[in-house]
């Protein structure tokens, strides 16, 4: 089994590390394969809006750099981490930048899913998704953060999935067992 | 907030002067002009990725008395640009504590017929401006925006005509200093045809929209291609 995180963290983001090397560990300890992915450090140009993944080249990003191969990893794993700093409630334009251009494992179709429009299924399987996002002090966006990551959903149509707020000032000793709480959740650890 | 004097449209569109978002900031930044501000327009994509291009983008928020962030969604919330100029704007206000009175207003539209899909862009803008220190002056929800094929809005047209409406009634309050009506705010982010009837003409007439493009680009036969696709 593969995983693969997109760690959309800014340089120097202990926290984010931490959680990224906890559930690195944990999945390895459960004999997955993982590969963490510092998107700071990925050559991804912004998606040009153009369709071409749609229209011109299906199935493929039109922008020949590292956005195609994050997206055939995460399209090939069986389980997607998205790591963040929480971002005015969002994500950070770093991690935001590879989900961006990963609409290609989408049919550019519209069909009524849960009662609203939404694009087909471009794949028979997708990956289990778990999203998770780090917190400042002093500010309370979990619930737009969840609320977007559960509409993230009704798009790439993950088996499982779970998002979670972890607040930056908490005890890093806690990570171990927040992380593997959220594991649970997407049902890759017991 | 005293009387405006000028108004900054923030273009987050990759697609630039040919985007709906630029047509529809463009209508309602136009009807302010016409109450006597002052216009620029700035586009996000062309000024995030170089320091030049970023203290240009911070001079043009920092001169301007009301801000309109058009810009469509990506994903259920901003394109990633939108999201990097928001957060360079927020360190250089965390850094320098303006104490001008300044606005923010949203403009986001989407392919979506449903304008619920854009609630979460617009409360991440609306947090943005909260942490940044903007008044909130209203947020736009555009839905179904390829009917409007990036052309300039027409007030006489069907099909713009509540849209234009309700960017006009905007620019009355906001040339005043104040945010926009609910009124205007739900004009502007209403269809201008039923909500199923969008629905099913997305499904029926849309798809084979996508198909033409597809001929025109000798790609369709390639549609459902599936590149990365394992044999499990």
Redesign the interface.
């Known amino acids: 089994m593969k995983a693969v995180i997109f760690d959309g963290a800014k340089e120097g983001d202990l926290t984010i590390k931490a959680i990224e090397k906890s559930i690195a560990d944990q999945l390895t300890e459960n004999g997955w394969e993982v590969e963490p992915i510092e998107l700071r450090n990925t050559q991804i140009a912004?998606?040009?809006?153009c369709?071409g993944c749609?229209?011109?080249?299906?199935?493929?990003c039109v922008i020949n750099d590292d956005g195609r191969e994050t997206?055939?990893k995460a399209?090939?794993s069986d389980l997607m981490v998205w790591l963040t700093p929480v971002?005015?409630?969002?994500?950070?334009?770093e991690l935001?930048?590879a989900?961006?251009r990963?609409?290609p494992?989408l049919?550019?179709?519209?069909?009524?899913y849960r009662g609203?429009?939404?694009h087909k299924m471009?794949?028979?399987?997708y990956p289990k998704l778990l999203v998770i996002g780090v917190q400042e002090p002093g500010?309370d966006?979990e619930e737009?953060f969840i609320?977007?990551a559960e509409?993230?959903t009704l798009?790439f149509h993950p088996p499982a999935y779970a998002a979670s707020v972890f607040q930056r000032d908490k005890d890093p000793k806690t990570i171990p067992v927040f992380v593997e709480e959220q594991l649970k959740k997407v049902e890759v650890i017991s | 907030m005293s009387q405006p004097r000028n108004v900054l449209l923030l273009i987050g569109?990759?697609?630039g002067e040919g985007?709906n978002s630029h047509a529809i900031g463009k209508f309602l930044v136009d009807k302010m002009e016409e109450k006597g501000l002052v216009s620029e327009e700035a586009f996000v994509?062309r000024l995030v990725n170089t320091r030049e291009g970023t203290e240009r983008l911070l001079k043009s928020v920092d001169n301007a008395d009301i801000i309109v962030l058009a810009t469509?969604m990506?994903?259920?919330?901003?394109?990633?640009?939108t999201?990097?100029a928001?957060?360079l704007i927020?360190e250089h206000r965390k850094a320098v504590f303006p104490t001008k009175p300044q606005m923010l207003v949203a403009i986001i539209n989407s392919g979506?017929?449903?304008k619920?899909?854009m609630n979460?862009a617009i409360?991440?803008?609306q947090?943005?401006a909260q942490?940044s220190n903007f008044k909130w002056g209203g947020g736009i929800r555009v839905g179904w925006g390829m009917a409007l094929n990036s052309e300039p809005l027409n007030e006489k047209k069907g099909m713009t005509r509540k849209l234009t409406k309700g960017l006009s009634l905007a620019s009355l309050d906001l040339s005043m200093g104040h945010p926009m009506s609910k009124e205007a705010e739900d004009l502007a982010s209403s269809l201008f045809v039923p909500l199923f009837l969008a629905?099913t003409m997305?499904?029926l007439f849309?798809?084979r929209g996508?198909n033409k493009?597809?001929k025109?680009?000798n790609?369709q036969t390639?549609?459902?291609?599936?590149?990365?696709?394992?044999s499990?």
């Open positions: 912004a998606c040009l809006g369709f749609w229209v011109k080249t299906p199935g493929t997206t055939r399209i090939q971002t005015f409630g969002g994500y950070s334009s935001k930048k989900l961006d990963i609409i494992i049919l550019p179709y519209f069909q009524s609203q429009i939404h471009r794949y028979k399987k500010v966006y737009t609320a977007l509409r993230n798009n | 569109s990759p697609r985007s994509t469509p990506y994903v259920d919330s901003l394109p990633m640009q999201i990097k928001m957060e927020h979506f017929p449903e619920e899909q979460i409360k991440i803008i947090n943005f942490e629905k997305t499904r849309l798809n996508w493009l597809a025109d680009n790609a390639k549609m459902y291609d599936r590149p990365y696709e394992l499990r």
